[in-house]
T-cell receptor
Framework: DGGITQSPKYLFRKEGQNVTLSCEQN?????MYWYRQDPGQGLRLIYY???????QKGDIAEGYSVSREKKESFPLTVTSAQKNPTAFYLC???????????FGDGTRLSIL | GENVEQHPSTLSVQEGDSAVIKCTYS??????FPWYKQELGKGPQLIID?????GEKKDQRIAVTLNKTAKHFSLHITETQPEDSAVYFC???????????????FGGGTRVLVKP
């Protein structure tokens, strides 16, 4: 089945540690996105990519990094510079400008 | 940048009644408005969307209306069922404008509870 796969479902980070969240899609979508969701709140855009080897900062990019080496993959690294990383992270993909975004089932990141 | 306000934050309805969620947006250039349903522990699922050249769109028990002049759009769910219980998000995008890229700005969400 076509879709977006995020892994792992749960992730724990130690102080000073970088962690990487995986996002893979087989929908042949050009655009991919990362959002952060805090309890009881809406989604905030971290980074997005419209094409391979290109990405732009969203509204809350500080403390995060991404890469887009392949069309189907858009991993997110939460660095030690992100002081409040505990959140639900959602990856999405879409065909492009003004098109629907389709979401994975998220990764819940917590601090040990 | 775009700002999207969503109301109410919680909504409790009796099964069979209608539910209405309202959103306002700030950027008059926004032209694409999707609605998402999110169940506990899952990612949001697109349930309906509307573009600025259309005033209303309906899909079975779900409808969305758009008032560009007033810069607000609404989701209507008729004949609500317990499985409609979830968190609903509205969003707005200036997706057709090059400088804005593909950014969606989301409202804060509405938790809907349908009581049997």
């Amino acid at each position: 089945d076509g879709g977006i796969t995020q892994s792992p479902k749960y992730l724990f980070r130690k102080e000073g540690q970088n962690v990487t969240l995986s996002c893979e899609q087989n929908l042949n979508h050009d655009a991919m996105y990362w959002y952060r969701q805090d309890p009881g709140q809406g989604l905030r855009l971290i980074y997005y990519s419209q094409i391979v080897n290109d990405f732009q900062k969203g509204d809350i990019a500080e403390g995060y990094s991404v890469s887009r080496e392949k069309k189907e993959s858009f991993p997110l690294t939460v660095t030690s510079a992100q002081k409040n990383p505990t959140a639900f992270y959602l990856c999405a993909s879409g065909r492009g400008r003004g098109q629907p975004q389709h979401f994975g089932d998220g990764t819940r990141l917590s601090i040990l | 940048g775009e700002n999207v306000e969503q109301h109410p934050s919680t909504l409790s309805v009796q099964e069979g009644d209608s539910a209405v969620i309202k959103c306002t947006y700030s950027d008059s250039a926004s032209n694409y408005f999707p609605w998402y349903k999110q169940e506990l522990g899952k990612g949001p699922q697109l349930i309906i969307d509307i573009r600025s050249n259309v005033g209303e769109k309906k899909d079975q028990r779900i409808a969305v209306t758009l008032n560009k002049t007033a810069k607000h759009f609404s989701l209507h769910i008729t004949e609500t069922q317990p499985e409609d219980s979830a968190v609903y998000f509205c969003a707005a995008s200036t997706g057709m404008i090059k400088a804005a890229g593909n950014k969606l700005t989301f409202g804060g969400g509405t938790r809907v509870l349908v009581k049997p």
